[in-house]
């Protein structure tokens, strides 16, 4: 790993600003994706668009970082941060209707299957970009591989994931509140990690500061 790369832990106005300038990032991905989509590059508008969620992606581990301060616990994040198959997992609602995106259970169910399908998004990225043999000794190109109908379907579903309503709690207020309400927090009970983070979305709320479309009544 470059020995220039930071690894350490970050202070809640630190995350505010790398949230900011990763979502920045990750939608000029995806006008980029779009536009190649528009000019009938298939396969590049694919790569990208997945490309984007990746990037926004990092907003999630970011607010992971925060909660951490076991050198371990944030080395293995940071690795996560810069690792491609563990950013592409949003990527898993390409199965999912539009429509149920926003639903915590159906997220639930998915993430179950993340590993297999993050991998095989990996190789979809990858066969996008290069040509490569497969059985038979036979050469594919990427646009093979890559249609219009995938292309589209996944830019739409990367529209919808880098929507900045969908999740929340990533302003420097709803930070604060995050960081208070769950770095101190240690159990493996499900009950009560679903009610603290329940108690973080309600103090958000009545502090008027909860953006997304998740409430604390997700949590009930």
Not at 54 to 78: A, F, M, P, R, T
Not at 200 to 214: D, P
Request: glycine share 4%; with cysteine; charged share 30%.
């Amino acid at each position: 790993m470059n020995k220039n790369l930071y690894c350490g832990e970050l202070t809640v106005e630190d995350a505010s600003i790398a949230i900011i300038a990763i979502r920045k990032n990750a939608k000029k991905l995806l006008s980029e994706s779009k536009l190649l989509f528009e000019n009938k590059f298939y396969e590049r508008a694919f790569s990208l668009a997945i490309l984007a969620v990746e990037e926004n992606s990092k907003v999630q581990i970011i607010k992971g970082i925060l909660l951490k301060e076991e050198i371990q616990d944030l080395k293995k994040l940071w690795k996560d941060f810069r690792t491609h198959s563990q950013k592409n997992w949003p990527l898993l609602f390409l199965s999912l209707p539009l429509e149920k995106v926003t639903s915590l259970e159906e997220i639930g169910i998915f993430l179950q299957e993340e590993g297999t399908i993050s991998k095989n998004l990996e190789l979809l990225k990858q066969q996008s970009i290069y040509t490569d043999f497969q059985k038979g000794i036979k050469i594919v190109s990427p646009e093979e591989v890559i249609d219009k109908v995938l292309a589209e379907r996944t830019i739409k579903k990367a529209d919808q994931l880098l929507d900045e309503s969908l999740f929340g709690m990533t302003t420097l207020p709803e930070l604060n509140i995050w960081v208070k309400n769950l770095k101190t927090l240690k159990t493996t009970n499900q009950e009560e990690i679903q009610n603290a983070f329940k108690n973080c979305y309600k103090e958000a709320e009545e502090q008027h500061v909860l953006t997304g479309s998740i409430t604390s009544k997700d949590f009930d």
